[in-house]
């Protein structure tokens, strides 16, 4: 119920929008909120609130200039989905569509805990079985998220075969994230919806939408508590792992008393905290999840150089190394810096070819050191970067900009896709020691191949052919001779058992 009447006040917003929108322009201009309805709406939202886009409205939109806006709506955005509009619409209709972007709703739903908790369905209100409906090794599972018909797919890491494939919400983007004992999974979805999965009797347990449009969900390695970080509202948003109940909403206000966005989230199980960056304010914030007050629990903030947009850790949750999206204005790009989260300060600064994926980079032992690879969004380069004096100590040409490397311990290649651009059918397999390009793989001519995940034991590589009629071909990590192909819906990461929750340190966390 309560659900419809926000629908129909999203509805009633939207209309009313447009109706005052066209009273002010003359008959024959272009119509922005119809032309909204027809080219943006599917990805953004008809309520302008975020889908697989994000939010266009003026509090999403503030560190976007209107030039830029233009721009990108104009010629696309690179790093993103975001297609180039230059073809089908003109340059007034651009600029009108744009100018509709900036203008207030007539109000941004609330949606602070009462909101959250009466969205919460509980679809399994009993406790389920603690023992597994199918045999395989537990620790060797895959998920598999097919963005192409929102469903996932459990996947035996042994055998290679489906176990079961179930729908999910609209749009997942990011990482599931599992307990340690493996049994529950939990999605998140660029509309806010957290659920819950149990792996053990392939049931949805329960689902809530702790945000209007969300960056990403950590989870407590233990399961008892959910974070949430928001663009919309500017929050985090604490559940209860258990049965995703609201616990606390921390509003992302700096110390000056400005609201930002929440750039993402993630759990540090050595700190026993959540590890939050901030998008539009200069800070990051630790919120200890180890006694049973997480809702009382004092919030720790750490003032940084620049605003943090996409960043990773090291080994040992010690070291925080981020990057800051540039300034479109300004004349040049921030750099990357080095966070040590035990002395809260900026140790260091990054020389990165372009900003990172988030999670795109992984780490492994060279010459007697450990170093961090990472692929960037803006050229066709890998850096390498040693963890010790924090120097670029070498930079690898590919054939396009990437947005994800991965290894295994076990294995001597890191594989990086080259996901924009005409050579994005390929994908880089790199020897680790000599940090030189071993084979350059072509999955399928035409056809993006990109993600790629390890077995358990490091012996086989997954990788993405990222297409409706797509598919995910297991390779073998040492031959790099392809093993077997499972047609799949447009998939999007695949998420190994084990290494998620042992922490590999080829793999995001
Ligand atoms: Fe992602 C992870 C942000 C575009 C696929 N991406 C993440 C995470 C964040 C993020 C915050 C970490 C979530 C986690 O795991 O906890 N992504 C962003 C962006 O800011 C960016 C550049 C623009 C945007 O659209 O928001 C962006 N991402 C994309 C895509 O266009 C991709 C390729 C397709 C899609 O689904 O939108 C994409 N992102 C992914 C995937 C992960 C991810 C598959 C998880 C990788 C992993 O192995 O952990």
Known sequence: MFRSIVALWMVYSFVAGATTLFATLPANAPKPAALYAHHCASCHGTDRLGGTGPALIPQSLRRLKRDHAIAVVTKGRPATQMPAFEAVLDADQIESLVGYMYRPLFGVPKWGEREIARSRIVHQPAPLPAKPVFDADLMNLFIVVETGDHHATLLDGDTFTPIHRFPTRFALHGGPKYTRDGRFVFFASRDGWISKYDIYNLKMVAEVRAGINTRNAAVSPDGRFVAVGNYLPHNVVILSGEDLRPLRVVPATG????????????????RDSFIVALKDIPEVWEIPYRGDDIARVDVRRIAVEHCLDDFFFDQKYRHLMGATRPDPEAAEAPGGQVVDLDRGAVVASLDLAGMPHLGS???????GRRILATPNLKTGKVSFIDMDTWKTTAELETLGPGFFMRSHRASRYAWVDV?????????????????????????????TAAHVEFTK?????????????????????????EVKRLPMKKPSGKYNVFNKTRFEEGTSH
Do not use: C, M, N
């Not at 980079?361 to 010459?367: E, L, T």
């Open 255 to 270: 110390f000056d008393g400005r609201s930002s966005r929440v750039s993402a989230v993630y759990t540090a199980p050595p």
């Open 361 to 367: 980079g992984i780490k492994w032992d060279w010459k």
């Open 419 to 447: 996901f924009f651009g005409p050579h994005r059918d390929k994908v880089h397999v790199i020897d680790k020691q000599t940090l030189t390009i071993a084979k350059t793989l072509q999955p399928e001519p035409g056809k």
């Open 457 to 481: 034991d490091g012996k086989y590589a997954l990788l993405s052919v990222w297409d409706l009629d797509g598919a995910v071909i297991v390779y073998d990590a040492e031959t790099l001779r």
